[in-house]
């Protein structure tokens, strides 16, 4: 009954996927853009920024990166200047957010020694009078005033060219002692990067365009920039850090989503006008204290996530991390330590959403990624290690109290070739990729869409043997080399470095993998079904037990005229044995609801010893969104508000709509036809927010009900049970129809 709409939902991805492969090409932009290639462009070829080398006999991990004899400041001493890339999106043509910050901008206090840089764009209408929607603009904002000193033709940010030629105008207009870079803007995250121009669909600036620009400019420039800094959500990751570490000191960005107020600009701009010898650091501790501030001012706080990034340690941590991950691969190669592992890093803390209503990011939280497999692995304490050397200050709310300060790309699904052939590109590990790329691989295999796997295994044979049936030297090269290399070319019309478009066909086989709901590799050694105390339970034998990477339900109301089945959310308060393969129904009968008595359909986004965070798919006011709730050990619910999850691009929301009197709320449903079980939608009523917006747990209503045992396995297939009907009665006893 899943089958369907789990496999629309990768279908979709995969489309989505391949839209995203393309708006991070480095397409050119058209010629009357007005952007003119400076005089003599060095115009060597076959270059490469950064190069991360490993050798597969000894696992050791080198890194290349472009230096200078030495660095010498720009500016003059105890000056800062501050480029801000803003491109301003939806959420400054819905929200005005890109005026409210140069309004914060020009209310820093006034200094001689500190100035913001901004380029303007991206947006299809803007709140500041000053600002024109249908041209790039560059504006310097200096002791509460706010000059534009160059204009060009409307172009494309999400292009390198546009950001290249950015701050090689800023570093050869604007130099300073100190120089910071902030991309401001929607982010997605290592694979869809950041700044999704709003004028030219949605294209964004992968990490590899960054990079791009960053190299574009490196030998005009004879120092690093102090910091680069994201105002964007969910680019706090390594793979983030490992290609500005060729550029910049230090790197601020957030693992999680960022509130819709971001950064407060008035805050970095008072403190260096106090403060202008301060260096990346100091600032960065300044944005994210400010920055937490301003959460919790507006209630938004719970989500926060930001941290300081010292880039000088990201080497250290490359060379930490590929040995645990090395570690990491060969013990993956015995079937119930991979399980094992698989199953840590899937419950493990994670960023972004991560389910089918709001999107899947894929960022997971490194240490906790490292932790997760610490049990099977060796070297995971050196690589946490590292991983605190690097972050040098951080700030979270209560929801990401744990949180490390570094993400790690990691599928929690599979999505189709294009984000894989993404991933291979800016991978900071042959091991870790092998890793993934044998687990996917293993999908591919298990449900039967591999060519040549019926004839390999056999129908519901295991492909696990004794001597493995991986093969990782695609990796590497015929001496057992891999390395990070890849080409630019230098596009001499527009003084920019672009990465050579390279098609790689080894990650095809993802695009074949059909999800089917019925995994071969769950077996049984007692189907689900009834046991003698009534209890609806099963138990795996051992080639299940290995294979399993997660056990929860599905809970179904019966509509009343008896023709569809409205599933209500998952639940898991499943009893797990672990040890035996034995898994049970706990279901108590409570749910939230809203205070009329309609159900929530509920789906878990991420839980702790003390809470549990769920979104639940509605329409506000007539727009479709997500009620994320929070619900604490003693029942008390807390409603943080809706949120849009990832759009059709990749780039996640940063508002966050609080409810309030009057809103109106319809919850929304999947459902399953009784007769036929295709699966629909379904709406429930509207209902009207009265006062203070709350949400109710208590028990279902008297009535009858379906329960499904949902089996993931590990290679990204799952199993579903057949419904089994229980009923509710007045005093919230639950019981199963013999």
């Not at 809470?611 to 003693?634: A, C, F, H, M």
């Not at 849009?644 to 999947?670: H, M, Q, W």
């Not at 036809?673 to 295709?678: F, H, P, V, Y």
Request: aromatic share 12%; proline share 2%; charged share 25%.
């Amino acid at each position: 009954m899943k089958k369907l709409r789990k496999f629309l939902t990768v279908f979709m991805v995969m489309l989505l996927l391949s839209t995203m492969l393309s708006a991070c090409s480095e397409s050119g932009y058209e010629e009357e853009s007005g952007y003119a290639a400076p005089e003599n462009p060095d115009t060597s070829s076959g270059v490469s920024s950064t190069v991360l080398s490993v050798d597969k006999e000894t696992g050791e991990l080198t890194v290349q990166r472009p230096s200078r004899d030495a660095e010498v400041p720009m500016g003059e001493a105890g000056t800062w200047t501050i480029f801000v890339y803003l491109c301003g999106s939806d959420l400054e043509s819905g929200d005005g957010m890109g005026t409210d910050d140069i309004n914060e901008m020009m209310s820093a206090t006034g200094s001689d020694n500190v100035r913001f840089v901004v380029e303007t764009g991206g947006a299809q209408k803007w709140y500041n009078d000053d600002v024109n929607e249908n041209s790039l603009q560059r504006f310097v904002i200096q002791n509460e005033q706010m000059a534009l000193v160059d204009e060009k033709d409307a172009a494309n940010m999400g292009d390198t060219a546009i950001i290249t030629d950015f701050l090689r105008w800023g570093v050869q207009n604007y130099p300073a002692e100190h120089m910071g870079v902030v991309f401001w803007n929607h982010g997605g995250g290592s694979i869809t990067g950041v700044c999704f121009d709003e004028n030219n669909n949605s294209d964004s600036l992968s990490l590899l365009e960054i990079d791009s620009a960053l190299y574009s400019i490196y030998d005009e420039m004879t120092d690093r920039f102090e910091f680069v800094g994201f105002d964007a959500c969910l680019m706090g990751t390594v793979e983030t850090a490992n290609m500005l570490a060729s550029y910049a000191r230090y790197m601020i960005g957030s693992e999680e989503t960022e509130p819709g107020s971001g950064w407060d600009y008035t805050a970095i701009g008072n403190f260096l006008a106090e403060n202008n010898n301060a260096n990346g650091a100091e600032v960065g501790k300044v944005i994210c204290d400010s920055f937490l501030e301003a959460c919790e001012a507006a209630n938004d706080s719970d989500l926060t996530t930001l941290s300081v990034i010292d880039l000088g340690q990201i080497d250290n941590l490359l060379k930490a991390f590929n040995s645990f991950a090395k570690s990491m691969y060969e013990s993956g190669a015995d079937a119930n330590t991979l399980s094992e592992m698989i199953r840590g890093i899937e419950s493990a803390e994670n960023f972004g959403g991560n389910n089918r209503s709001e999107g899947f990011t894929n960022m997971v939280d490194l240490a906790a990624l490292i932790e997760a497999c610490s049990g099977y692995t060796s070297n995971g304490s050196e690589a946490v290690k590292a991983i605190n050397d690097a972050v040098l200050y951080k700030v979270s709310g209560a929801t990401h109290k744990d949180a490390a300060g570094l993400a790690v790309y990691y599928p929690l699904g599979v999505e189709g070739s294009n984000e894989l052939s993404i991933f291979e590109a800016i991978c900071i590990s042959p091991f870790y990729m092998s890793f993934i790329d044998r687990q996917n691989l293993g999908s591919a295999y298990a449900t039967g869409s591999y060519e040549g796997a019926e004839e390999e295994q056999g129908d519901g044979e295991y492909f696990y043997d004794e001597e493995g049936w991986y093969d990782d030297s695609w990796c590497y090269d015929d001496e057992g080399n891999w390395d990070s290399y890849c080409e630019y070319e230098y596009d001499e019309e527009y003084s920019c470095y672009r990465r050579k478009t390279k098609k790689d066909n080894h990650w095809d086989y993802a695009d074949k993998v059909e999800i089917t709901g019925e995994s071969r590799l769950i077996t049984f050694k007692r189907e689900p079904g009834l046991d003698e105390n009534g209890i609806y339970s099963f138990e795996l034998d051992e080639k299940g037990l290995e294979n399993t990477a997660a056990v929860y339900a599905y809970i179904y109301q019966i509509s009343e005229d008896g023709k569809d089945y409205i599933e209500i959310g998952e639940t898991f308060d499943v009893e797990c044995d672990w040890d035996n393969g034995v898994f049970g129904d706990l279901f108590d009968g409570y749910w939230l609801s809203l205070p009329d008595g309609q159900i929530l359909a509920t789906y878990i986004v991420d839980y702790s010893e003390d809470w549990v965070i769920y979104t639940s798919p509605i329409l506000l006011n007539g727009k479709e969104t997500n009620l994320r709730i929070k619900q604490d050990n003693d029942g008390n619910v807390t409603i943080e508000g809706a949120w849009d999850g990832l759009d059709e691009n990749g780039a996640a929301s940063r508002k966050i709509t609080k409810l309030k009197d009057g809103d109106v709320i319809v919850p929304c449903y999947f459902s399953v036809d009784a007769d036929t079980l295709e699966e629909g939608e379904w709406q429930g009523s509207e209902y009207k927010v009265k006062g203070t917006p709350e949400i109710l747990y208590g028990l279902l209503d008297e009535a009858d009900y379906l329960y499904s045992f949902c089996i993931d396995d590990v290679y990204y297939d799952y199993y579903e049970s057949d419904y089994e009907c229980f009923h509710v009665d007045a005093n919230g006893e639950t019981s199963y129809y013999q």
